[in-house]
């Protein structure tokens, strides 16, 4: 990385790093080897509900009816979102699943090229499953597809999670294609897990991962009014997979101490020779809470998939040590909303007042203004120097964090609590 992209002195890094990161309240962890080891205070009482993370595969804001497309191709999640509160102004981190699981889980941002699922030393990062774990909660990943598929199995397991479904732990399927079983059959098997754990009397935290909208778009039949679109035919199906879990969901007993978030893992991939194909990253993000969350309310603040983790913990309240780069979206001043994103070989960060700085590979930076009525990218003359600094301090921070061993929080080292 430092060959190939901008770097600062790692004083400079270390400095900028914690301007960016570090909340007025977080209280750094002395002595630790990491600059953003923290804890973080929330202000308000720990609630230890439930957590049900249902990452629903290529589901960009281009598809959903409550962020502008006209199609109707999402009628079950916009009905769902008069219940909820619907972020819509998120973008995904990267255009691949194991990017997204990658920033969700850890608050990571990326290294560029390649998702550290998928690299060597990726059994020791701090994610949300061990923040939880903190806390007694059980913690569950489930996917349709193959745990051997990017990693997934090794990484979750040695990262937090004490349960682990795929697709042959679900016996019996309805359907299944050479991806994984269908997105109705993943439900089906998760609300039998999630009642499970619901009667060991521990919190749970689940993270569900479907497979249905992914080529060859394929899908049960007799669920969907149908067209032409095979494409469009799988996300209606995935929507309707997505209605059938909630329906189902709320007949149980832990849906009511339970925060729902529905997130798109990325959007439609792009293919051609746009920088980075803004459009297809915009995601929806949903947060459902069955009689604590004010219904059909809206935010609109920048935010990306590194802001899930924190956003999550700041509802439940209370104090958690942390090493997350990403923001709560709901304490974020809409002037501090920012996006972190890659790629191909690029990574960026967009700013609210939508200036966005791109590290090239090649030592190269470049500032773009983003025209959000076509959503291209305009090139500036030169990049702004502050806002460059900042960029190359989150992206330079992360790789040498990660390579060092220096990511995870010593606990030995540094017990105890605020």
């Known amino acids: 990385y430092n060959k190939n992209y901008l770097t600062l002195e790692n004083r400079e890094v270390d400095q900028r790093l ?7 309240s977080d209280r750094l962890v002395e002595n630790s080897k990491n600059p953003v080891d923290r804890w973080v205070t929330s202000g308000k009482p720990r609630q230890d509900y439930n957590i049900v993370l249902i990452l629903e595969e290529s589901l960009g804001s281009d598809f959903v009816g409550q962020l502008g497309d006209q199609r109707g191709l999402t009628p079950h999640f916009d009905a769902l979102c008069s219940q909820g509160l619907l972020f819509d102004n998120v ?3 990267g255009n691949r699943t194991a990017r997204a699981l990658e920033a ?6 990326p290294i560029p090229t390649e998702s550290i699922l998928k690299r060597d030393h990726s059994d020791r990062v701090y994610t949300l499953a ?11 990943f489930m996917t349709g597809g193959r745990g051997l598929f990017d990693g997934v199995r090794s990484f979750m397991q040695a990262n937090g999670f004490n349960h682990f479904i795929e697709q042959s732990d679900i016996h019996d399927p309805l359907f299944a294609n050479a991806w994984g079983v269908s997105d109705e059959d993943l439900f089906r098997k998760a609300m039998g897990e999630l009642d499970q754990l619901h009667q060991t009397g521990r919190p749970f935290f689940a993270t569900i991962l479907t497979v249905s909208n992914h080529r060859p778009y394929t899908y049960p039949q ?24 909630f329906r189902e969901a709320q007949k149980l007993p832990f849906y009511q101490n339970t925060i729902f978030v529905v ?5 439609a991939r792009v293919s051609g020779s746009q920088l980075f194909p803004m459009s297809s990253y915009r995601i929806p993000l949903l947060l459902i809470q069955p009689g604590e969350q004010k219904q059909n309310q809206r935010c609109s603040t920048l935010g990306c998939s590194l802001d899930l983790a924190p956003t999550i913990m700041g509802r439940l309240g209370g104090d958690y040590r942390s090493v997350f780069y990403g923001y709560d979206i709901l304490k974020t001043n809409r002037k501090q909303g920012r996006a972190i994103m ?18 090239g590979f090649g030592n190269s930076a470049h500032e773009f203004q983003l025209d959000r ?28 964090l990660y390579y060092s061993d220096r990511w995870f929080p010593d606990f030995r080292q540094n017990p105890g609590s605020p």
């Open 130 to 140: 061990h923040v939880l774990a903190e806390r007694g909660y059980e913690r569950l």
């Open 104 to 109: 969700v889980l850890t608050s990571m941002p």
């Open 91 to 93: 973008y995904a981190t």
């Open 373 to 400: 009525n076509s959503h291209q990218l305009l090139q500036q003359d030169q990049p702004d120097r502050e806002m460059m600094h900042n960029v190359i301090a989150l992206f330079q921070s992360t790789y040498e």
């Open 263 to 267: 997130m798109g893992d990325h959007g």
């Open 222 to 245: 007799g669920r969907i009014p149908e067209t032409e679109q095979t494409r469009q035919n799988a996300v209606k199906y995935a929507d309707w997979a997505l209605g059938y879990f």
């Open 342 to 359: 890659q790629h191909n070989h690029d990574v960026a960060l967009l700013n609210s007042e939508d200036q966005m700085l791109v590290l």
């Open 18 to 24: 914690r301007q960016q990161v570090i909340g007025p």
